[in-house]
């Protein structure tokens, strides 16, 4: 079938073969144009899978990987207290050497995820083996970077290869820091991994269990009540106020189903009712997005990924709550905040990008575009700054940027989004005004 149809982009057309289910090998011809050879088949997922696993296995940390590097790292040590320990494990960050829990916390979740789904469909034995086997790496840095409860390394920051040689001049000393975010992300995952494995491996299921437990008691007695957040983030790396309900939420889930204890229960409810108060469910000013989350309580921001992206969290919250209590007083508005953001947010958002449909960035706020202009300012100053005031053309800053251009650039950004309102923007990409936050600026075409 052929769809023909038009958008800002131009005139296109889809085809539709959707019908066709043979496995083999095939190509598209028309006229004297014709497609690269593509297969289809049942388990074409199974080739990136492949590749990921590949991805991650190089990527190791204090590991020896063939014909890439030695165990490296060993003499990279967190302190707390009195306890000093030997944190070279886990992945490198996919762009430089660094070290960060939430992002260790984050792939084994998504790849015990995976492994979930492909032990529960008994497909590729094999796959499943070496997906877990990552998990079980990466978990392994989750707790040997684990002190007490509430206190974990966040943060390893370094770009170089050390000698791997404790006592040397390149030690890196690193201390463990207490924060609520990485603390119920932390007990999210780990009690999330003690529920899949409890059955082949009970031990260390009671052990991610207590740990759990303890992390997610340590993460809400440091935030009682919501944080007041008027201003936005000032770091795009940081999570906000979403994020911590959405992992809370998941969290409290899955100790329930672990422990069956009520009180998590009523947690998972309390955190998925504040988390919805979060969400907008109304069609502002007309327009025919709705669904998005804010950062903060008084909704003075809406969310908006950078540099990093906990998207996800928020409907996987959601869709937890739904599955775990279907019985539940509040389980029409948990669904109702999965039909909006799916609906009014995703699929209404990815008609924009016809034919590719790609997921939305997210909705801007004219009011708000000031805001991203001051924190850009403040990034090429503090960029400059870093440089002793003297501009040199590299890969984070490959050519000068001034607060004017910045200012341009942000408002052009916003204009090339797809209008919804005079006040409002539906943009497929992010908004960079300048090379600080992203390390490039060129994402104003829309």
């Known amino acids: 079938m052929c769809i023909r149809d038009r958008n800002q982009r ?101 790849l015990l995820r995976l492994y979930e789904q492909l032990a529960q469909r008994g497909l590729k034995p094999e796959l499943q083996a070496r997906v877990l086997e990552e998990v079980r790496l990466g978990l392994a840095w989750m707790r040997q970077s684990r002190f007490a409860p509430g206190w974990r390394i966040t943060q390893a920051s370094f770009n170089m290869y050390t000698d791997s040689v404790a006592g040397t001049s390149d030690d890196v000393l690193i201390s463990a820091t207490n924060m609520p975010f990485e603390n119920i992300l932390a007990a999210a995952v780990s009690a999330y991994v003690a529920r899949v494995l409890r059955d082949t491996d009970p031990d260390l299921s009671a052990q991610l269990l207590t740990e759990a437990a303890e992390d997610f008691v340590a993460a809400r007695e440091a935030r009682s009540v919501p944080p007041m957040s008027p201003e936005p983030r000032s770091d795009p790396n940081a999570s906000c106020w979403r994020d911590e309900l959405a992992y809370g939420t998941l969290a409290a889930v899955e100790l329930y189903r672990l422990t069956g204890d009520q009180h998590y229960a009523d947690a998972a409810a309390q955190l998925g009712r504040a988390l919805l108060d979060l969400q907008e469910q109304r069609f502002v000013d007309g327009i025919p997005i709705t669904g998005y989350f804010y950062e903060d309580p008084q909704r003075t921001h809406i969310v908006h990924e950078f540099h990093t992206s906990f998207e996800d969290a928020a409907p996987l919250a959601l869709q937890a709550l739904c599955d775990t209590w279907p019985d539940h007083p509040n389980w029409i508005d948990w669904y109702a905040g999965v039909v909006l953001h799916s609906e009014f947010l995703y699929h209404q958002g990815a008609a924009v990008t016809e034919p590719y449909r790609m997921v939305p960035s997210a909705v801007w706020r004219r009011s708000e575009v000031e805001s991203l202009i001051e924190r850009a300012i403040a990034g090429i100053e503090r960029a400059q700054q870093f440089m002793g005031g003297n501009f040199r053309p590299s890969s984070f800053m490959p050519s000068p940027i001034t607060p004017e251009a910045a200012r341009a650039t942000a408002l052009r950004m916003f204009d090339e989004g797809t209008h919804l309102h005079p006040d409002y923007r539906l943009r497929a990409f992010p908004m960079w005004p300048d090379h600080c936050l992203l390390y490039t600026s060129d994402a104003a075409d829309e």
């Open 10 to 110: 131009g005139r296109f057309q889809i085809l539709d073969f959707s019908a066709l289910t043979t496995p083999g090998q095939y190509q598209l011809r028309c006229g004297q144009h014709a497609t690269k050879t593509f297969a289809i088949a049942d388990d074409l997922w199974s080739g990136v899978i492949e590749k990921l696993l590949n991805f991650f296995y190089a990527d190791r940390c204090g590991f020896a990987i063939p014909e890439i590097h030695a165990a490296c790292h060993l003499d990279l040590f967190s302190v707390h207290g009195d306890d000093v320990r030997s944190i070279g494990g886990g992945w490198h960050d996919a762009g430089n050497l660094c070290q960060g829990s939430y992002r260790t916390d984050l792939v084994v979740f998504a």
